[in-house]
């Protein structure tokens, strides 16, 4: 099979005109893996050879500024930011849907669309309804032209740079047989996050500081409506396209068609959670079936939406004032209950921040028992008047922490108390620390034992130091027995030590000594991660070890050179001189390298660097012979072997791989490109 794969030395392309065919067919081939990964999901190549393709895409656009075009898939990664959003037409107005809660009033949908088109039986559509944000974009001349927030239903945002950043749209139409697509096309979709994408980034933005989102829904809005549309590159959104408003020179005859037609042009629909559905018995079917699936899904659904599948009988049905006639959304029953609050209780994280927590009467909340739900910060109690004794109304949805809704005043009998954050941190008495909009309220005492537990389970966590075994309880039990009382603490543990604490035998306590050991080789982007410096997620401390070679250039980088990195801005580079600054700090990383922590830099790979690690070419090399590419890794310590075995570090592949590939497939072995070895030096 053709994988499509473009290799291009860009370095050797020297012509205007050889640029602008390796342009064309990088262009070409990164828009095919796109649609394979981002729209029927069935990628042909790997990570690392689609970003050896843009990467060369990118370096020829470069050099070639000419050849850049807005259209081009390196520029689906955010432009400039704006003062603010203009604002757009709609070419239709978008309309909403009527919502409806009841099976009768389900039938009662089905009967007047029989009735006034005077037929016996409809064929419908059954869509998911997904919760987020409608959006319409427009291609022109298969070109994305505009797209727009959903606004009033006749102006919107212009949210055009932003949805650009949103891999699942496609910049270009795909061309599909031989008629040409349309010479304007207006889709209308829905932009979503995915609960697994919302649940890191709040963690994200919980280990940077910074207020988390209640739900997917609003991290989407948040992230769609950015002025910065860098940002809203990095957050993870996605879309489903539902329908067509526009689409010239076409003519379909059902909904059904227009999806299929929609995923051949490259828009991402969601056909397979679809179904067409012939009457009433189906339509209710289907709602049940998704709402029992519904937890199951890696999004948030609200209902399900029914469609007449036929666009003549659409046509004929026409709209009321605000809805159309021909569709409905039947709405899932919320996953709410109220219950009492009874408590709320004060949790420390691990830079100091308090968060109140409500301590509710356990309850039922689809099927699982419901304990405990968010409260944010002193303001959002204050704006919903929550009190301690009320009744509340709790929602959950999907994995997401449940929140309390609001207080049910009816039902108060005078007894409730208002909640004030302490005016002293509840672990370590020290004086707390609120901020003016009552959003925020610290403790400020880094000795804290509270923020010690939620530091050093940081420091053990799967992104930070990934030390198995050292979960939250471990953590407690090791710092409450006086064992672990800093990070560098834990290096100096011992087996006997351990085996006088409760449930540690030797072997575990052997495992656990064992896992921290190894944690001394984990790479020093983890390193810097697990440190918890205020606003230093994974993908900063990352960046950060592509820029500097060790954690004593970091720790001495200045302010001006910290910014001068291209995704570090003022903030940021200033928490992290902040924190070295600190002479507590620096002489714990001090302490931590003479306990044999040896954070190597994974992302710098200088000369001599190839030491220990062994390689094997297989398939042909386009810039160099093979001959060469082993004196290559000689000359930088490593060592070239023609046979592949367990030894083997990794595996180069070029065009023609064939035994040694599937050899190396089988052991586990990394497989690289030239590229990625190339770059390695
Ligand atoms: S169709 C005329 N289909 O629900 C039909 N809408 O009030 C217009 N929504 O915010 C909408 N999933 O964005 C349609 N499968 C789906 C949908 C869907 C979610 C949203 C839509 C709008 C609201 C409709």
Request: hydrophobic letters at 35%; a negative charge.
């Amino acid at each position: 099979m053709d994988r499509h794969l473009v290799f291009i030395d860009v370095d050797k392309i020297d012509t205007l005109k050889r640029a602008k065919d390796a342009v064309k067919k990088l262009r070409d081939a990164i828009e095919y893996h796109n649609y394979r990964y981002y729209v029927i999901d069935n990628p042909v190549i790997s990570d690392s050879e689609y970003d050896n393709m843009l990467i060369a895409l990118r370096k020829l656009e470069e050099r070639f500024p000419e050849l850049q075009s807005p259209t081009s898939p390196t520029q689906q990664v955010g432009g400039e930011p704006r003062d603010s959003m203009a604002l757009v037409e709609h070419p239709i107005p978008m309309v909403s849907l009527k919502t409806i809660y009841e099976e009768d009033e389900v039938r009662k949908f089905d009967q007047t669309c029989r009735e006034e088109l005077g037929v016996a039986s409809i064929e419908y559509v059954a869509e998911l309804k997904y919760d987020g944000l409608a959006v319409e974009i427009v291609y022109e001349d298969s070109r994305i032209k505009v797209a727009s927030t959903r606004g009033d239903g006749t102006t919107g945002e212009d949210i055009t740079v932003n949805i650009k950043t949103i891999k699942e749209v496609p910049l270009k139409i795909k061309k599909f047989g031989s008629t040409p697509p349309p010479d304007r096309l207006v889709v209308r979709g829905e932009v979503y996050m995915s609960i697994e994408g919302f649940n890191e980034l709040n963690e994200q933005r919980e280990s940077e500081g910074k207020s988390l989102f209640a739900n997917p829904r609003n991290a989407a809005a948040g992230a769609l409506r950015q002025l910065d549309p860098t940002i809203t590159a990095k957050r993870p959104l996605q879309i489903f396209v539902y329908g067509v408003a526009i689409a010239e020179g076409y003519v379909f005859e059902t909904h059904w068609e227009t999806l299929e037609m929609l995923r051949k042009w490259g828009l991402k629909t969601n056909i397979e959670m679809s179904r067409k559905c012939d009457g009433i018995d189906e339509l209710l079917a289907y709602h049940q079936q998704m709402q029992e699936e519904r937890d199951g899904l890696p999004y948030e659904i609200d209902g399900v939406v029914f469609k007449v599948n036929n666009l003549a009988y659409q046509e004929q049905l026409g709209m009321r004032s605000r809805d159309p006639r021909w569709a409905v959304a039947y709405k899932f029953k919320p996953r709410q209950a109220t219950t009492i609050l009874q408590d709320i209780i004060v949790q420390i994280g691990r830079t100091g921040k308090l968060t109140p927590v409500a301590v509710l009467e356990p309850v039922q909340i689809g099927g699982i028992e419901v304990t405990r739900a968010s409260l944010h910060n002193q303001s959002e109690i204050e704006r919903k008047d929550i009190r301690i004794g009320d009744t509340v109304l709790v929602e959950r949805a999907g994995d997401v922490i449940p929140q309390v809704v609001k207080p049910i005043k009816d039902l108060r009998d005078g007894g409730e108390k208002k909640f004030k954050m302490p005016k002293k941190c509840p672990s370590c008495k020290t004086l707390t620390h609120t901020s003016e909009d009552k959003k925020l309220t610290r403790c400020l005492n880094i000795d804290c034992p509270a923020q010690l537990r939620r530091s050093v389970g940081h420091f053990a966590s799967k992104m930070g130091m990934d030390i198995e075994g050292l979960g939250p309880k471990r953590v407690n039990q090791l710092i409450d027995a006086g064992v672990v009382d800093s990070f560098l603490s834990l290096y100096t543990i011992t087996v006997d030590e351990l085996m006088e604490l409760e449930r540690f035998g030797e072997s575990s306590a052997q495992n656990l000594i064992d896992q921290i050991e190894q944690s001394k080789k984990k790479p020093l982007n983890r390193f810097l991660y697990a440190l918890g410096i205020p606003l230093i997620g994974t993908q900063t401390a990352k960046i950060l070890t592509e820029h500097y070679d060790t954690i004593y250039e970091i720790m001495d980088a200045k302010m001006e050179e910290l910014e001068r990195i291209d995704t570090i801005g003022p903030e940021v580079a200033k928490s992290i001189v902040d924190f070295f600054s600190e002479k507590k700090n620096r002489k714990l990383i001090k302490s931590l390298d003479q306990a044999g922590l040896e954070m190597p830099n994974k992302s710098i790979v200088r000369e001599g660097k190839l030491e220990g690690f062994s390689f094997v070419f297989t398939g042909a090399l386009e810039t160099m012979s093979r001959r060469e590419a082993q004196d290559l890794v000689e000359s930088h310590g490593g060592k070239a072997t023609s046979s592949v075995s367990g030894n083997t570090d990794y595996v180069v592949a070029g065009p023609g791989a064939g035994s040694k590939f599937e050899k190396a497939k089988k052991l586990g072995v990394t497989i690289i490109s030239e590229n990625e070895f190339l770059q390695m030096l």
